[in-house]
């Protein structure tokens, strides 16, 4: 690999909720810098294709994609994504904690189901993958990067559940920062504002193709946007980052027009 401190730093990686938006993006920056990468779906023909595509360059320095259908809620799935990435690639620098779920409901109706799940994907989620791969990581000295959002930080009606699953994600974050600092591993969150992704287009929002950077009006991101601040925090540039949420929103509401 390039000695480039603004390239990831480590030869392997595990990514969840890889097959599409944010998730791929990062899978396919890691590739490019040489990094083995496994990337992991609850269904294993969602991700097939995303490793098929990357692996297919002929580049001698492109990273190796390895394919694993796990579901970050359950303990014994992680535990085996985590065991075949350590004898594929015989170690583990960085996990990038992406999986996640949401959906708008009121208060009122959300139902302890409801409730459960959210939590169960995105924070518990972050905990099974984390915990899992501890002893893998704190053997080299590596990298998590957990992907947070803006309502962790922010009130939104309808969205009570998955904003109290993200701040947790936050918290954990800070949290195991300070416990794991002294082992080398450094633990830092990146919280997303409005990114337009596949899964936008299908909800009618925006499609990424539509998105213009020549304008500086920015309300509204790109996957490989996101995907540049999680390899500079995986990389040797954020040596001296640890324990932080690192908001990337592009224009906040309610502040002056830039134009």
Not at 46 to 52: G, L, T, Y
Not at 63 to 92: Q, W, Y
Not at 202 to 220: E, H, Q, Y
């Amino acid at each position: 690999m390039s000695h480039n401190k603004f390239n990831v730093d480590g030869s392997s990686a595990i990514i969840t909720g890889a097959s599409s938006g944010i998730g791929r993006r990062i899978a396919e920056g890691f590739a490019d810098q040489g990094v083995d990468t496994t990337i992991c779906s609850r269904k294993q023909s969602n991700v097939d294709p995303v490793a098929e595509e990357i692996n297919d360059n002929d580049s001698d320095s492109i990273g190796h994609i390895l394919p694993i259908e796990c579901d970050v809620r359950n303990r014994d799935s992680v535990d085996r994504m985590v065991e075949r990435t350590v004898e594929k690639f015989g170690a583990i620098d960085i996990l990038v904690n992406n999986a996640g779920a949401a959906f708008k409901c009121d208060f009122d109706g959300l139902s302890e189901n409801g409730w459960k799940t959210i939590v169960d994907i995105n924070l518990h989620g972050v905990f099974n993958c984390t915990h899992a791969a501890r002893e893998a990581l704190q053997d080299g000295g590596g990298s998590v990067v957990n992907i947070s959002s803006i309502r962790s930080q922010e009130a939104a009606p309808h969205e009570i559940h998955y904003g109290a699953a993200k701040a947790g994600v936050n918290n954990f974050t800070r949290s195991l920062a300070s416990e794991w600092a002294a082992s080398g591993v450094r633990v830092n969150c990146v919280s997303p504002g409005f990114i337009a992704t596949p899964g936008a287009v299908t909800a009618g929002d925006t499609d990424p193709a539509d998105i213009d950077r020549s304008n500086v009006n920015r309300k509204i991101g790109t996957t490989a946007e996101i995907a540049d601040v999680v390899e500079f925090l995986a990389s040797p540039a954020a040596s001296f980052i640890d324990g932080e949420i690192l908001t990337v929103r592009g224009v906040p509401p309610h502040s002056e027009d830039p134009n």
